[in-house]
């Protein structure tokens, strides 16, 4: 369970929340240059861009859930069990990336959503674990940049790519059904409503707020699509589009124990990041410590040939203040 956004104020900011049962080793990986993926069927680029994320990292490699390269190009994968479909092999002339190489491959070689969605054509997704005992996720992408964005879902049929002037993406049903939801939700509106129900009647709101009755409040997909993207959409960041967007992601967080999985683990949202993707900042806020830490891939060396993590908060981080005497 997840939900990602692309807001774009002066630049793009790209926004994800990872609701999840169990932590899965994350930190923040700076991927430099210099390091050379080898994947499992496919070739590493021979000019690589640098990119940064939330990875798990096994045996040196950065299994990133999102990241964002130093182009501003920023991907990640979301849970999508029961219509991800994975193939054992790809067509004559077909990339054959394993799921969890999708982002890093792409990442490495993309400038631009244009660019990224010319290559995802060309490439089939495949049934193939990093290494023995480590299961494949059901996954689909949404990848962003300042321009465009994009959503990819490899189905039974192949690869699908679906243009998202949303900006928004969740988990399954599969995107066109997200997207054609919305059209249930066109009353919606953040403005002070006005009486259209009976003009001779004298019919006025009891209080603020109440253009948005009828918005999802529930923890499923299909209603945190709606409802982040009506936040999004209505967003007002003139004081600032990260804050923004860490409040954005806050409506639709989950709290530990209101939604259970069917082996009745408590899913929360283990953490909420906002990427500045022209900046190339990793900003980041966990269940446990809601101080917003940050991660500058500019501050790293971009031709090194080893990851560079970053230490992972643990606990809440709190500004005890002290009072001084109010002025006369």
């Known amino acids: 369970m997840c939900t990602c956004v692309a807001m774009r104020e002066k630049g793009l900011l790209f926004g994800r929340n990872m609701d999840i049962e169990y932590s899965f080793g994350e930190r923040v990986v700076f991927r430099p240059r210099g390091f050379r993926q080898q994947y499992k069927r496919a070739e590493s680029a021979e000019r690589r861009y640098a990119m940064i994320g939330m990875a798990a990292l096994d045996s040196g490699v950065p299994l990133y ?40 491959w792409i990442l490495e070689r993309s400038e631009s959503v244009l660019q990224a969605e010319m290559l995802l054509k060309k490439i089939c ?10 299961p494949l996720a059901p996954l689909h992408w949404m990848i962003a940049d300042g321009r465009d964005c994009l959503v990819a879902e490899p189905m039974r049929e192949g690869l699908k790519l679906y243009k998202n002037p949303v900006g928004v993406l969740t988990n399954n049903p599969p995107f066109p059904y997200h997207a054609e939801r919305l059209n249930d939700f066109v009353n919606l509106k953040a403005a002070y409503p006005q009486n259209t129900m009976a ?3 004298q019919l006025m709101p009891n209080s603020q707020g109440t253009g948005g009755i009828g918005l999802p409040g529930d923890a499923s997909s299909s209603s945190r699509f709606v409802r982040a993207a009506f936040l999004l959409h209505n967003s007002d960041a003139e004081e600032g589009g990260l804050s923004q967007v860490f ?8 709290v530990r124990g209101s939604v259970r999985t069917r082996e009745g683990k408590a899913d929360s949202t283990t953490y909420a990041c906002c990427i500045d993707a022209s900046k190339g900042i990793y900003y980041y806020k966990v269940y446990s410590n809601h101080r917003i830490h940050a991660a500058d891939m500019h501050g790293e060396n971009p031709d090194g040939e080893t990851p560079v993590c970053f230490p992972f ?3 809440e981080d709190i500004l005890y203040q002290k009072g001084i005497p109010a002025s006369t």
């Not at 193939?87 to 077909?94: A, N, S, V, Y």
């Not at 409040?247 to 989950?254: A, D, N």
């Open 65 to 104: 859930a999102e990241a964002c390269n130093e182009k501003g190009v920023c991907m990640a994968s979301l849970n999508f069990p029961g219509n991800a479909c994975y193939f054992e092999k790809g067509g004559d002339g077909e990339i054959e990336l394993a799921p969890y190489e999708v982002i890093p």
């Open 125 to 134: 997704v495949v049934a193939l674990p990093f290494r023995e005992g480590l």
């Open 199 to 201: 003009a001779g009647l």
């Open 247 to 254: 409040h954005i992601l806050g409506g639709v967080e989950m």
């Open 313 to 315: 908060p643990k606990g």
